[in-house]
Protein backbone atom coordinates (compact mmCIF):
# COMPACT_ATOMS: atom_id res chain seq x y z
CA UNK A 1 0.00 0.00 0.00
CA UNK A 2 2.62 2.54 1.18
CA UNK A 3 4.80 2.18 -2.43
CA UNK A 4 1.93 2.75 -3.91
CA UNK A 5 1.69 5.80 -2.26
CA UNK A 6 3.23 9.17 -3.56
CA UNK A 7 2.73 12.61 -2.77
CA UNK A 8 1.22 14.61 -5.71
CA UNK A 9 -0.01 17.99 -4.26
CA UNK A 10 2.60 19.91 -2.05
CA UNK A 11 0.64 21.74 0.04
CA UNK A 12 2.03 22.84 3.54
CA UNK A 13 0.70 21.11 5.99
CA UNK A 14 3.07 18.70 7.51
CA UNK A 15 2.96 20.92 10.74
CA UNK A 16 -0.04 22.49 10.80
CA UNK A 17 -0.86 22.33 14.78
CA UNK A 18 -4.23 21.03 13.88
CA UNK A 19 -2.81 18.13 12.17
CA UNK A 20 -0.13 17.50 14.61
CA UNK A 21 -3.35 18.21 17.49
CA UNK A 22 -5.32 15.41 15.21
CA UNK A 23 -2.72 12.65 15.57
CA UNK A 24 -2.02 13.42 19.16
CA UNK A 25 -5.95 12.72 19.44
CA UNK A 26 -5.51 9.81 17.34
CA UNK A 27 -2.29 8.35 19.34
CA UNK A 28 -4.44 9.80 23.01
CA UNK A 29 -7.43 7.42 21.61
CA UNK A 30 -4.87 4.21 21.02
CA UNK A 31 -2.79 4.31 23.98
CA UNK A 32 -6.45 4.54 26.11
CA UNK A 33 -8.21 1.57 24.45
CA UNK A 34 -10.62 4.05 23.20
CA UNK A 35 -10.15 4.25 19.42
CA UNK A 36 -13.06 2.84 17.34
CA UNK A 37 -11.37 3.93 14.45
CA UNK A 38 -9.98 6.59 11.66
CA UNK A 39 -10.94 6.33 7.96
CA UNK A 40 -8.83 8.75 5.48
CA UNK A 41 -10.99 10.01 2.33
CA UNK A 42 -11.19 12.24 -0.51
CA UNK A 43 -8.01 10.23 -2.16
CA UNK A 44 -6.21 12.58 -4.85
CA UNK A 45 -2.74 10.67 -5.08
CA UNK A 46 -1.85 8.89 -8.15
CA UNK A 47 -2.44 5.59 -7.29
CA UNK A 48 -5.77 4.83 -9.82
CA UNK A 49 -7.30 2.17 -7.76
CA UNK A 50 -6.99 3.56 -4.12
CA UNK A 51 -10.29 4.84 -2.52
CA UNK A 52 -10.32 5.05 1.20
CA UNK A 53 -7.75 3.96 4.11
CA UNK A 54 -9.75 2.53 6.86
CA UNK A 55 -7.58 1.97 9.88
CA UNK A 56 -8.86 0.68 12.92
CA UNK A 57 -6.64 -0.77 16.43
CA UNK A 58 -5.83 -5.03 15.85
CA UNK A 59 -4.12 -6.94 18.66
CA UNK A 60 -1.35 -9.13 16.64
CA UNK A 61 0.40 -11.99 19.12
CA UNK A 62 -0.38 -9.29 21.63
CA UNK A 63 0.79 -6.71 20.77
CA UNK A 64 -1.59 -3.26 19.89
CA UNK A 65 -1.12 -2.10 16.46
CA UNK A 66 -3.20 -0.27 13.39
CA UNK A 67 -4.70 -1.74 10.27
CA UNK A 68 -4.63 -0.08 7.73
CA UNK A 69 -7.38 -1.05 5.23
CA UNK A 70 -6.95 -0.10 1.88
CA UNK A 71 -10.15 -0.02 -0.42
CA UNK A 72 -9.39 0.02 -3.91
CA UNK A 73 -11.72 -0.13 -6.71
CA UNK A 74 -11.44 -3.87 -6.92
CA UNK A 75 -9.51 -5.48 -4.32
CA UNK A 76 -9.24 -4.50 -0.50
CA UNK A 77 -5.38 -4.68 0.99
CA UNK A 78 -4.42 -4.56 5.02
CA UNK A 79 -0.91 -3.70 6.54
CA UNK A 80 -0.48 -3.57 10.04
CA UNK A 81 2.02 -1.16 11.38
CA UNK A 82 2.77 -0.16 14.98
CA UNK A 83 2.21 3.19 16.62
CA UNK A 84 5.23 5.08 15.84
CA UNK A 85 5.43 3.67 11.85
CA UNK A 86 1.44 4.59 11.64
CA UNK A 87 1.49 7.91 12.59
CA UNK A 88 4.69 8.62 10.41
CA UNK A 89 2.81 7.31 7.49
CA UNK A 90 -0.47 9.38 8.40
CA UNK A 91 1.88 12.37 8.65
CA UNK A 92 3.41 12.24 5.36
CA UNK A 93 -0.26 11.17 3.67
CA UNK A 94 -2.37 13.54 5.42
CA UNK A 95 -2.68 16.59 3.31
CA UNK A 96 -1.10 15.18 0.61
CA UNK A 97 -2.55 12.38 -0.89
CA UNK A 98 -5.83 11.88 1.82
CA UNK A 99 -7.86 15.61 2.24
CA UNK A 100 -10.57 14.32 4.70
CA UNK A 101 -10.04 12.46 7.47
CA UNK A 102 -12.78 10.80 10.46
CA UNK A 103 -11.91 9.85 13.63
CA UNK A 104 -13.96 7.94 15.29
CA UNK A 105 -13.25 7.33 19.31
CA UNK A 106 -15.80 5.76 22.10
CA UNK A 107 -16.13 9.63 23.54
CA UNK A 108 -15.62 11.88 20.54
CA UNK A 109 -15.85 12.11 16.34
CA UNK A 110 -13.47 14.47 15.20
CA UNK A 111 -12.88 15.31 11.16
CA UNK A 112 -10.13 16.72 9.85
CA UNK A 113 -10.22 18.47 6.76
CA UNK A 114 -7.84 20.36 4.45
CA UNK A 115 -9.11 23.05 1.83
CA UNK A 116 -7.48 23.61 -1.85
CA UNK A 117 -5.48 26.32 -0.23
CA UNK A 118 -3.91 24.20 2.15
CA UNK A 119 -6.24 25.47 4.93
CA UNK A 120 -6.59 22.87 7.84
CA UNK A 121 -10.13 22.62 9.71
CA UNK A 122 -10.36 20.37 12.75
CA UNK A 123 -14.21 19.63 14.23
CA UNK A 124 -15.21 17.72 17.47
CA UNK A 125 -18.45 16.18 18.18
CA UNK A 126 -19.82 14.07 21.22
CA UNK A 127 -20.95 10.38 19.85
CA UNK A 128 -22.86 7.76 21.96
CA UNK A 129 -20.39 6.28 23.89
CA UNK A 130 -21.92 2.67 24.64
CA UNK A 131 -21.76 2.24 20.87
CA UNK A 132 -18.27 2.74 19.92
CA UNK A 133 -17.06 1.44 23.29
CA UNK A 134 -18.78 -2.10 21.89
CA UNK A 135 -17.23 -1.85 18.00
CA UNK A 136 -13.65 -1.05 20.26
CA UNK A 137 -13.82 -4.39 21.97
CA UNK A 138 -15.41 -6.78 18.95
CA UNK A 139 -12.83 -5.41 17.14
CA UNK A 140 -9.75 -6.28 19.33
CA UNK A 141 -10.69 -9.43 20.32
CA UNK A 142 -10.11 -10.62 16.61
CA UNK A 143 -6.77 -11.13 15.10
CA UNK A 144 -7.61 -9.74 11.50
CA UNK A 145 -9.19 -6.02 11.29
CA UNK A 146 -12.93 -6.54 10.94
CA UNK A 147 -14.53 -3.93 8.16
CA UNK A 148 -17.48 -2.78 8.59
CA UNK A 149 -20.03 -1.52 6.36
CA UNK A 150 -23.13 -0.66 8.40
CA UNK A 151 -22.27 1.72 11.44
CA UNK A 152 -24.81 1.09 14.05
CA UNK A 153 -25.27 4.85 15.38
CA UNK A 154 -26.45 5.55 11.91
CA UNK A 155 -30.16 6.87 12.52
CA UNK A 156 -32.50 4.75 10.06
CA UNK A 157 -31.72 1.95 12.07
CA UNK A 158 -33.48 3.88 15.05
CA UNK A 159 -35.88 4.81 13.06
CA UNK A 160 -36.90 1.33 11.30
CA UNK A 161 -36.68 -0.18 15.11
CA UNK A 162 -33.14 -1.85 14.54
CA UNK A 163 -31.38 -0.30 17.31
CA UNK A 164 -33.16 1.20 20.44
CA UNK A 165 -32.94 4.13 21.83
CA UNK A 166 -29.63 3.91 23.31
CA UNK A 167 -28.21 2.75 19.94
CA UNK A 168 -28.44 -1.18 21.02
CA UNK A 169 -29.31 -3.61 18.42
CA UNK A 170 -32.92 -4.92 19.52
CA UNK A 171 -32.26 -8.47 19.94
CA UNK A 172 -35.55 -9.76 18.34
CA UNK A 173 -34.23 -7.41 14.93
CA UNK A 174 -30.18 -9.14 15.31
CA UNK A 175 -31.05 -11.48 12.25
CA UNK A 176 -31.97 -8.32 10.00
CA UNK A 177 -29.21 -6.35 11.22
CA UNK A 178 -26.68 -9.49 10.11
CA UNK A 179 -28.48 -9.84 6.70
CA UNK A 180 -28.51 -6.01 5.88
CA UNK A 181 -24.34 -5.90 7.02
CA UNK A 182 -24.34 -9.34 4.15
CA UNK A 183 -26.47 -7.31 1.95
CA UNK A 184 -24.29 -4.07 2.04
CA UNK A 185 -20.65 -6.13 2.05
CA UNK A 186 -21.82 -7.43 -1.27
CA UNK A 187 -23.09 -4.78 -2.84
CA UNK A 188 -20.41 -2.07 -1.86
CA UNK A 189 -17.76 -4.83 -3.92
CA UNK A 190 -20.18 -4.88 -6.59
CA UNK A 191 -20.27 -1.05 -6.41
CA UNK A 192 -16.21 -1.07 -6.36
CA UNK A 193 -15.87 -3.32 -9.13
CA UNK A 194 -18.67 -2.28 -11.92
CA UNK A 195 -16.85 1.43 -10.95
CA UNK A 196 -19.83 2.84 -9.91
CA UNK A 197 -18.19 4.75 -7.76
CA UNK A 198 -17.42 7.39 -10.19
CA UNK A 199 -20.66 8.16 -10.85
CA UNK A 200 -21.87 11.47 -11.19
CA UNK A 201 -25.66 10.37 -10.03
CA UNK A 202 -26.83 6.62 -9.30
CA UNK A 203 -30.36 5.45 -9.85
CA UNK A 204 -31.15 2.49 -7.53
CA UNK A 205 -34.58 0.49 -7.64
CA UNK A 206 -35.56 -2.24 -5.20
CA UNK A 207 -38.36 -4.26 -6.26
CA UNK A 208 -40.82 -5.42 -3.30
CA UNK A 209 -38.94 -3.12 -0.81
CA UNK A 210 -41.54 -4.10 1.74
CA UNK A 211 -40.24 -3.01 5.44
CA UNK A 212 -37.24 -1.34 3.49
CA UNK A 213 -34.60 -2.37 5.74
CA UNK A 214 -32.50 -3.02 3.01
CA UNK A 215 -33.87 -0.17 0.87
CA UNK A 216 -32.81 2.75 3.62
CA UNK A 217 -29.49 1.11 4.50
CA UNK A 218 -28.63 1.03 0.72
CA UNK A 219 -29.33 4.63 0.44
CA UNK A 220 -27.29 5.70 3.58
CA UNK A 221 -24.51 3.29 2.75
CA UNK A 222 -24.25 5.35 -0.97
CA UNK A 223 -24.88 8.88 0.29
CA UNK A 224 -23.03 8.47 3.89
CA UNK A 225 -20.35 6.19 3.43
CA UNK A 226 -19.59 6.63 -0.16
CA UNK A 227 -20.93 9.98 -0.36
CA UNK A 228 -22.52 9.64 -3.67
CA UNK A 229 -25.38 11.68 -5.22
CA UNK A 230 -28.06 8.78 -5.17
CA UNK A 231 -31.74 8.11 -5.90
CA UNK A 232 -33.19 5.13 -4.54
CA UNK A 233 -36.72 3.87 -4.98
CA UNK A 234 -38.60 1.22 -3.67
CA UNK A 235 -41.24 0.03 -5.04
CA UNK A 236 -43.80 -1.85 -3.42
CA UNK A 237 -47.53 -3.10 -3.90
CA UNK A 238 -48.90 -2.73 -0.54
CA UNK A 239 -49.76 1.04 -0.26
CA UNK A 240 -49.68 1.16 3.72
CA UNK A 241 -45.93 0.40 3.78
CA UNK A 242 -45.02 2.72 0.60
CA UNK A 243 -46.75 5.23 3.28
CA UNK A 244 -44.69 4.12 6.07
CA UNK A 245 -41.30 4.13 4.68
CA UNK A 246 -41.86 7.72 2.73
CA UNK A 247 -43.06 9.08 6.28
CA UNK A 248 -39.81 7.71 8.02
CA UNK A 249 -37.78 9.08 4.63
CA UNK A 250 -39.15 12.50 5.23
CA UNK A 251 -38.56 12.36 9.19
CA UNK A 252 -34.78 11.73 8.38
CA UNK A 253 -34.41 14.38 5.74
CA UNK A 254 -33.19 11.46 3.22
CA UNK A 255 -33.96 13.33 0.03
CA UNK A 256 -33.52 11.06 -2.30
CA UNK A 257 -34.79 8.01 -0.88
CA UNK A 258 -38.41 7.59 -1.93
CA UNK A 259 -41.30 4.84 -1.92
CA UNK A 260 -43.54 4.25 -4.93
CA UNK A 261 -46.86 2.04 -4.89
CA UNK A 262 -46.56 -0.20 -8.09
CA UNK A 263 -46.70 -3.72 -9.24
CA UNK A 264 -42.99 -4.72 -10.78
CA UNK A 265 -45.02 -6.24 -13.42
CA UNK A 266 -45.88 -3.31 -14.60
CA UNK A 267 -43.53 -0.99 -13.50
CA UNK A 268 -41.99 1.02 -16.25
CA UNK A 269 -38.66 2.19 -15.28
CA UNK A 270 -35.64 4.32 -16.61
CA UNK A 271 -31.65 4.65 -16.02
CA UNK A 272 -31.44 2.14 -13.75
CA UNK A 273 -27.72 1.49 -12.66
CA UNK A 274 -28.54 -1.27 -9.46
CA UNK A 275 -31.92 -3.50 -9.53
CA UNK A 276 -32.75 -5.03 -6.52
CA UNK A 277 -35.04 -7.69 -5.97
CA UNK A 278 -34.94 -9.65 -2.56
CA UNK A 279 -37.65 -12.00 -1.67
CA UNK A 280 -39.57 -10.92 -4.21
CA UNK A 281 -42.25 -13.71 -4.64
CA UNK A 282 -41.95 -16.33 -7.80
CA UNK A 283 -41.80 -14.96 -11.20
CA UNK A 284 -41.82 -11.05 -9.66
CA UNK A 285 -37.74 -11.93 -9.69
CA UNK A 286 -37.97 -12.66 -13.51
CA UNK A 287 -39.92 -9.27 -14.13
CA UNK A 288 -37.72 -7.59 -12.21
CA UNK A 289 -34.82 -9.07 -13.32
CA UNK A 290 -35.66 -8.64 -17.50
CA UNK A 291 -36.31 -4.92 -16.54
CA UNK A 292 -32.93 -4.35 -14.71
CA UNK A 293 -31.63 -6.35 -18.46
CA UNK A 294 -33.75 -3.94 -20.39
CA UNK A 295 -32.85 -0.56 -18.66
CA UNK A 296 -28.81 -1.61 -18.86
CA UNK A 297 -28.37 -1.67 -14.93
CA UNK A 298 -24.60 -2.44 -14.24
CA UNK A 299 -25.98 -4.35 -11.14
CA UNK A 300 -28.49 -6.77 -10.60
CA UNK A 301 -28.76 -8.51 -7.44
CA UNK A 302 -31.60 -11.06 -6.59
CA UNK A 303 -32.40 -13.06 -3.75
CA UNK A 304 -35.40 -15.22 -4.93
CA UNK A 305 -37.78 -17.08 -3.18
CA UNK A 306 -41.22 -19.27 -3.94
CA UNK A 307 -40.10 -21.33 -6.86
CA UNK A 308 -43.22 -22.14 -8.24
CA UNK A 309 -43.13 -22.05 -12.15
CA UNK A 310 -41.06 -24.97 -12.92
CA UNK A 311 -41.74 -27.73 -10.01
CA UNK A 312 -45.69 -28.64 -12.07
CA UNK A 313 -43.76 -28.51 -15.47
CA UNK A 314 -40.31 -30.47 -14.43
CA UNK A 315 -39.76 -33.94 -16.21
CA UNK A 316 -37.06 -36.22 -14.51
CA UNK A 317 -35.03 -39.12 -15.75
CA UNK A 318 -36.88 -42.39 -13.82
CA UNK A 319 -33.75 -43.33 -12.39
CA UNK A 320 -34.18 -39.78 -9.78
CA UNK A 321 -37.62 -40.81 -9.12
CA UNK A 322 -37.08 -42.73 -5.61
CA UNK A 323 -34.64 -39.22 -4.76
CA UNK A 324 -37.73 -36.87 -6.03
CA UNK A 325 -40.67 -38.94 -4.90
CA UNK A 326 -40.00 -36.71 -1.61
CA UNK A 327 -41.73 -33.40 -2.69
CA UNK A 328 -38.79 -31.29 -0.58
CA UNK A 329 -36.20 -32.81 -3.14
CA UNK A 330 -38.43 -31.84 -6.05
CA UNK A 331 -38.57 -28.26 -4.26
CA UNK A 332 -34.82 -28.09 -4.12
CA UNK A 333 -34.34 -29.68 -7.71
CA UNK A 334 -37.06 -26.68 -9.44
CA UNK A 335 -35.31 -24.18 -7.89
CA UNK A 336 -32.08 -25.06 -8.72
CA UNK A 337 -33.29 -25.11 -12.15
CA UNK A 338 -35.15 -21.75 -11.97
CA UNK A 339 -32.02 -20.12 -10.38
CA UNK A 340 -29.35 -21.87 -12.88
CA UNK A 341 -31.83 -20.94 -15.92
CA UNK A 342 -32.05 -17.31 -14.60
CA UNK A 343 -28.27 -17.09 -13.91
CA UNK A 344 -27.44 -18.27 -17.81
CA UNK A 345 -30.13 -15.96 -19.29
CA UNK A 346 -28.34 -12.87 -17.86
CA UNK A 347 -24.50 -14.19 -18.54
CA UNK A 348 -26.31 -14.59 -22.28
CA UNK A 349 -27.40 -10.83 -21.53
CA UNK A 350 -23.88 -9.73 -21.31
CA UNK A 351 -23.34 -10.23 -17.31
CA UNK A 352 -21.05 -11.96 -15.10
CA UNK A 353 -23.40 -13.60 -12.71
CA UNK A 354 -22.30 -15.41 -9.22
CA UNK A 355 -25.28 -17.40 -7.59
CA UNK A 356 -24.14 -18.09 -3.66
CA UNK A 357 -25.16 -18.32 -0.08
CA UNK A 358 -26.19 -14.83 0.60
CA UNK A 359 -26.87 -15.13 4.22
CA UNK A 360 -26.11 -18.78 6.43
CA UNK A 361 -29.61 -20.71 7.27
CA UNK A 362 -28.89 -19.96 10.38
CA UNK A 363 -30.26 -16.26 9.84
CA UNK A 364 -33.10 -16.69 7.30
CA UNK A 365 -34.09 -19.76 5.23
CA UNK A 366 -34.08 -17.48 2.05
CA UNK A 367 -30.60 -17.56 1.63
CA UNK A 368 -29.88 -17.52 -2.28
CA UNK A 369 -28.09 -14.04 -3.98
CA UNK A 370 -27.44 -14.19 -7.62
CA UNK A 371 -25.11 -11.40 -8.77
CA UNK A 372 -24.87 -9.60 -11.87
CA UNK A 373 -22.43 -7.38 -12.64
CA UNK A 374 -22.38 -6.27 -16.44
CA UNK A 375 -19.75 -6.97 -18.72
CA UNK A 376 -17.38 -4.73 -20.47
CA UNK A 377 -16.70 -7.22 -23.19
CA UNK A 378 -19.83 -8.97 -24.97
CA UNK A 379 -19.27 -13.59 -24.16
CA UNK A 380 -19.78 -16.37 -26.09
CA UNK A 381 -23.73 -15.77 -25.84
CA UNK A 382 -24.36 -18.60 -28.65
CA UNK A 383 -22.92 -21.22 -26.42
CA UNK A 384 -24.93 -20.50 -23.29
CA UNK A 385 -27.96 -19.67 -25.23
CA UNK A 386 -27.37 -23.87 -26.23
CA UNK A 387 -26.71 -24.54 -22.91
CA UNK A 388 -29.91 -23.40 -21.37
CA UNK A 389 -32.06 -25.19 -24.87
CA UNK A 390 -30.43 -28.28 -23.81
CA UNK A 391 -31.33 -28.06 -19.81
CA UNK A 392 -34.83 -27.20 -21.01
CA UNK A 393 -35.20 -29.95 -22.99
CA UNK A 394 -33.60 -31.94 -20.53
CA UNK A 395 -36.27 -31.33 -17.93
CA UNK A 396 -38.92 -30.74 -20.88
CA UNK A 397 -39.33 -27.09 -19.39
CA UNK A 398 -41.91 -25.14 -21.36
CA UNK A 399 -42.40 -22.01 -20.11
CA UNK A 400 -39.56 -20.00 -18.17
CA UNK A 401 -40.91 -16.51 -17.41
CA UNK A 402 -37.96 -14.78 -17.71
CA UNK A 403 -36.62 -16.09 -20.95
CA UNK A 404 -40.24 -15.36 -22.39
CA UNK A 405 -39.99 -11.47 -21.18
CA UNK A 406 -36.29 -11.05 -22.58
CA UNK A 407 -37.71 -12.85 -25.96
CA UNK A 408 -40.30 -10.10 -25.99
CA UNK A 409 -38.89 -7.03 -25.43
CA UNK A 410 -36.21 -8.06 -27.85
CA UNK A 411 -39.10 -8.66 -30.37
CA UNK A 412 -40.52 -4.47 -29.10
CA UNK A 413 -37.08 -3.20 -28.91
CA UNK A 414 -36.16 -4.41 -32.62
C1 LIG B 1 -40.80 -10.96 1.56
S1 LIG B 1 -40.99 -9.26 1.35
C2 LIG B 1 -39.33 -8.72 1.18
C3 LIG B 1 -39.09 -7.32 1.61
C4 LIG B 1 -37.66 -6.82 1.41
N1 LIG B 1 -37.26 -6.80 0.04
C5 LIG B 1 -36.68 -7.66 2.21
O1 LIG B 1 -35.99 -8.48 1.65
O2 LIG B 1 -36.62 -7.48 3.42
C6 LIG B 1 -41.60 -9.17 -0.31
C7 LIG B 1 -42.29 -7.87 -0.60
O3 LIG B 1 -42.54 -7.80 -1.99
C8 LIG B 1 -43.83 -7.25 -2.19
N2 LIG B 1 -44.29 -7.71 -3.50
C9 LIG B 1 -44.70 -8.96 -3.83
N3 LIG B 1 -45.03 -9.03 -5.14
C10 LIG B 1 -44.79 -7.80 -5.64
C11 LIG B 1 -44.96 -7.21 -6.93
N4 LIG B 1 -45.42 -7.95 -7.94
N5 LIG B 1 -44.62 -5.92 -7.10
C12 LIG B 1 -44.16 -5.17 -6.06
N6 LIG B 1 -44.00 -5.66 -4.82
C13 LIG B 1 -44.31 -6.96 -4.61
C14 LIG B 1 -44.65 -7.75 -1.03
O4 LIG B 1 -45.76 -6.92 -0.75
C15 LIG B 1 -43.62 -7.76 0.10
O5 LIG B 1 -43.66 -6.56 0.85
Redo the contacts with the bound molecule.
Sequence with gaps: MTAAIKPTLQTNTLDDPKLLQFLQLLTDAFQNAQLVRLVLSKYQGSDPELQRLVIRPVLLKNELQLSFLSQNRTFDQTHNYPLSDALSLLKQQLGQQFFSAHLQTSSHEQQLSFSKKGKVLLSKHPVKSAVATVETAVDLTHNKAKQRYVEQSRPYLQALGITDAKGDIIPAMSKKWK?INKFIEVLAKAIQQTGLTHSQQLHVA??????????FAVFDYLTSTLALAAKVTG????QP?VDLCNEAATRLQLSGLQFEQ????H?QARGINVMI?????DI?TD?AIEMGIRTGAEIIMC?P?CHKELRPQLQSPAVLSPLLIHGIHLGQEAEMLTDGLRALLLEAHGYDTQVFEFISLEHTS?NKMILAQKCKKAGDNAAVLKQIAELKAFYGIKQHTLETLLANSAVTAG
Design positions: QDFGSGKAYLTVELRLGDVKFALHACAYSCK
